[in-house]
Nanobody
Framework: VQLVESGGGLVQAGGSLMLSCAAS????????MGWYRQAPGKQRELVAT???????HYVDSVRGRFTISRDNAKNTVYLQMSGLKPEDAAVYYC???????????????????WGQGTPVTVSS
């Protein structure tokens, strides 16, 4: 199972970007998907999550500016970022909880999968 992010780049403060993350491979189901970010010298932090049913959660610092969504048919999660601030600059990582079938008897295992990250730079 792989997650591939796209959409990062350089944007001026106040601008917008949309990140995408597509899952590929084989699985039984994809559960929660989310976005995390890590700025230089800082720990990776949760940005937003979305369940398979569409319930969302945001960290306080992005609520009202960022919107997470997913297209279950395309196995893709999006992060629409608006009103970007210099402090939003970071490498953004996609994350997914995925259940896979591990043997012919149908036993399942839950995996946590990460994308490779896409950088977002915000100029002031």
């Amino acid at each position: 199972v792989q997650l591939v992010e796209s959409g990062g780049g350089l944007v001026q403060a106040g601008g917008s970007l949309m990140l995408s993350c597509a899952a590929s491979g084989s699985w039984s189901r994809i559960d929660v998907m989310g976005w995390y970010r890590q700025a230089p010298g800082k720990q990776r932090e949760l940005v937003a999550t979305i369940t398979s049913g569409g319930s969302t959660h945001y960290v306080d610092s992005v609520r009202g500016r960022f919107t997470i969504s997913r297209d279950n048919a395309k196995n893709t999660v999006y992060l629409q970022m608006s009103g970007l601030k210099p402090e939003d600059a970071a490498v953004y990582y996609c994350n997914a909880g995925i259940t896979v079938i591990v043997n012919v008897e149908g036993a399942q295992r839950s995996l946590e999968v990460w994308g490779q990250g896409t950088p977002v730079t915000v100029s002031s």
